[in-house]
Every structure is written in structure tokens, then in C-alpha cells.
């Protein structure tokens, strides 16, 4: 991906001049996005010396997550500033693409050394002898460059609502979040899979040819009865009771296979049989086999991981597709340690990962011995238990590998992950963006979303929102109303 999109990245000012700007990065957006630093054009960028005294505290934290951030953000630094001396690092150093080789659009990377600015003797800065001070230091760069010199439009950017707030009482005049790794600007238009059509779907449909290839029938329409945006494995559905998945797409013309809902309806793999169209049309994802990658995105008791699990006992033990089946999830920090905590990988991971046990005992609940059958069924299926941190530099294959909770995953994590799978593998990612506990990530930047919208057109992949919540009548009424 091409990081160099500066008209994407922040909101326009209302400044007859933007073409001359300054941007002044906060610490909290290289560890968010360590190559920052390359999105913004032509224009100059400032690290004040606060930011990379951060970076260098930061980079040995126990937390490997955010410390690996910091490491690469000062390794770029310093490849950008390698070569130069103290007076082109204070003035501005050329940025080269590291995606790019065309060098006519680059900016220019300085470090500020704002430990020579005090509110003692600049009265109009923030003090700095306070406590958390830090945020008034990068500040005052920003307010001291906005001063010096007014040809040049000086942007604050971080991603602290509340240094924001503190910047704009303080007189600066344009401060912004960052939003290079948003890939939309409401969460509302994220891709769920699905195409609702009001009335009859073929209504619209001027021409129409069917054929039967092997046991589906398909119908060939033109590509203008579908909305625009339209992708690879995305479901038609209509009032009527049409359901079709999109199988061909071109400019011209679009293959719909039809899908007969009670067939979809009374599908059943390992027990069980889905609850809602939702969870139908999920399941006939899953069962693609040319599909790499599942994406199930949902309210929490919609039925993701369930669904999910009972497929890939299906496909291992009686479709004998996979050898073994990987199950990991985003853990909170003070698990990362969990290489120091006696016990197997599975034991460590047995406190994150008790909802599959769980999905596993109601699959197994009508069995004369639902406890022998979980065990047995974990030693037949061959059912691992990751850390997501062992699974980075690991190839998987011949494995369905299920990635929970990824709402808490940024998009540099789900990479490295996707990243792993082998030859003959499925992932299958799940996800509630309504249940983030990372403070550093929104629906918005979160990596799922991220995944969502770069991987709906990818034809392996598939995509379905599910949007009934089936756990309960109290789940439901919970998830709707608190």
C-alpha cells in the first residue's frame, strides 16, 4: 500500500495557503503507524527531541506489541537521517519513499530540539516542570513554528483527543488525528457481505441468460443491476426470498449463483443447522472451498465462533480437507508474558481462550459423555491453542486456523498473521467491533476493519456481517439496549 496519500490523510484547513506545511507528529502516531513519517507528500515533517526520547524509553517495554512499534519507527529515522549532520537534521533532510522510487514528490524529516524552550522564558507556552509535561513540550514546538514564521501552515498531529483539545486552547491553529490507516470515514459504511434489495431483485434486471454449471445455476445480468461497489462472494438479497452470490464480476456483466433458501436454511455440518439467514449464508461461505479466508463479523452471541468451530471439525474430520486446527485470539498486554507462566502453550492459553471450550461443550452437550467427547474431539482434530506472538515467522499449512477477537488487532498484527498461511489452509477471522479493549484502537482503525475493506475484493476471500444475536433473549436484549 501506497502511504504517501496527503489529501486522505488529514481534513483540508480552511488556509488560502496549504501548500507550504509543517506537520509535528506526536509519539502515540509512529507507535500507531512506525512509517509515518513517509505520509505526508511533499511537505515537511518535525519529530520533536520529546518524541524520540519516548521512542527510545518505550522500545524496551515488556509490552513487545508497542516496544516493536517503537524499534521500527527508529530504525527509519535513522536510515532517513544516517547520512546527515546536525545542521540538515535541524533544517530538514529529504524522506524517500520506501515504496517508491520516484524522489520528486518527497518531503523533508526534522528533529526540533525543544529542550531549548521553556514557559520561564516564553510566557505564551505551556509549562513544562509539571507533571505528564511531555504533551506541553510537542506542543510548544508546534506553537514556536507557527510563531516563526506565518508562510507556513503548521499542523499538529496526534492521536490524544485530549493534547488535542490542550493545542487548540493553547493558540494553535490547526491540529488533526491521524487518519492514513483509516481505509473509511464512518464505521456505518463498512462492507458487510451482503446487498439488500428492496421488493424483487428482478425488477431491475433487463436481460437475463441461465445456465447449470455441474449442480448451481447460475444467471448472468448486467453488471448494472447491482449496486456500484459491488465484489466477489457478496450475497443479493431481495424481499422476495432471492438469494444469490456473486460469482463472476466484470464492467459489463455479473454471475449470481442462485442459492435456494431452504437448502441454505437446513444445511448442517458437525450437528448443527443454522438459526437465521445470517448464519445460513455464513456457513455457505465457510463451505467454499476455494475461499482462503473467512471473515465473520458480528454482535457478540451471533453465532461467529460457534459457526466457525463446528465447520472446521467438519472439514478435518469428516471432509479430511486439514491435519489440524490453530485457534489464537488477541490477549491482553499481561498476557504477553505468558511464555514465563508454567504449563504447556494450551494451559497459558486456556484463561483467553475458554469460549471455544465452551462452543465445544454445546456441541458436544447431548452426547451420553460431553466431557469425553471434548477431549476426545480436541485430540482427533488436532486443536492447537496459539499465542499470536508464536505464531509470527511460522508457516501454517494444511491447517484452518481461527483468529477470535480481532476488533483488538491493528492492521500490522492481522498482516503478520495472514502472512503465515500456507499451502492448503483456511483462515477464518472473527470479530465484534462494538467490544474493542485496546485504548489505541477505534472501529475505525481497527485492523479488522482494515482487513474487512482491503481483502472484500479479493476473490479467496469471503465476507459476512451476522447480524441476529441467537445466545439468548437477555444477550440480545443486552446487546441492543446498554
Known sequence: M????????LEETNSPDTANKAYVLDTNVLLHDPMAVHAFNEHKVVIPMTVLEELDQIKDRRDKDVSREARIAIGNIDKI???????????????????????????????????????????????????????????NVALK????????????????????????????????????DKVLDDIDLLATGTQEVEGNFWDRVETVTTVQELRSTLH?????????????????????GFVGRITRLDEEKAALQDLNHEILMSQRVWGLTPRNLDQALALNLLRQQELDLNILVG??????????????????????????????????PIAEDIGFLPGTEEEKMAPWLAAFDDN??????????????????????????????FMRG?????????????????????KSIITRVGQNSKIVILGNLAQIDNKYITPLTSGLTYVVERFKNYPGSGLMHINGIERSHLAAFAEENL
Open 360 to 389: 465445544l461443550e454445546v456441541l458436544h452437550g447431548s452426547d451420553e459423555s460431553p466431557y469425553g467427547s471434548v477431549e476426545y474431539v480436541k485430540e482427533r482434530a488436532n486443536i492447537q491453542f496459539k499465542s499470536l506472538n
Open 2 to 9: 501506497n502511504s504517501r496519500l496527503d489529501p486522505l490523510l
Open 81 to 139: 537521517l544516517a547520512d546527515a549532520d546536525t545542521r540538515e537534521i535541524q533544517e530538514g533532510v529529504e524522506i524517500f519513499s520506501p515504496v517508491s522510487l520516484e524522489h520528486s514528490a518527497s518531503g523533508t524529516l526534522a528533529v526540533y530540539p525543544d529542550q531549548l524552550l521553556s514557559h520561564e522564558n516564553e510566557s505564551k507556552f505551556l509549562r513544562t516542570n509539571i507533571q505528564h509535561d511531555n504533551d506541553n513540550r510537542i506542543i
Open 394 to 414: 511460522r508457516s501454517f499449512s494444511n491447517a484452518y486456523i481461527i483468529i477470535d477477537e480481532a476488533q483488538g488487532l491493528t492492521q500490522f498484527q492481522l
Open 220 to 240: 448472468e445480468v448486467p453488471r448494472s443491476a447491482l449496486e456500484e461497489g459491488s465484489y466477489l462472494n457478496q450475497f443479493v438479497v431481495d424481499e422476495s
Open 145 to 180: 513554528l507557527q510563531e516563526a514564521d506565518e508562510d507556513v501552515l503548521v499542523i499538529l498531529v496526534t492521536k490524544d483527543i485530549n493534547m488535542r483539545l490542550k493545542a487548540k486552547g493553547s493558540g494553535l491553529l490547526h491540529v488533526e488525528d491521524y487518519r492514513n
Open 299 to 332: 454482535p457478540a452471541g451471533s453465532g461467529k465462533t460457534l459457526l466457525a468451530l463446528a465447520f472446521g471439525l467438519h472439514a478435518i474430520l469428516e471432509e479430511k480437507r486439514y491435519n489440524k486446527l490453530i485457534v489464537a485470539r488477541s490477549t491482553p
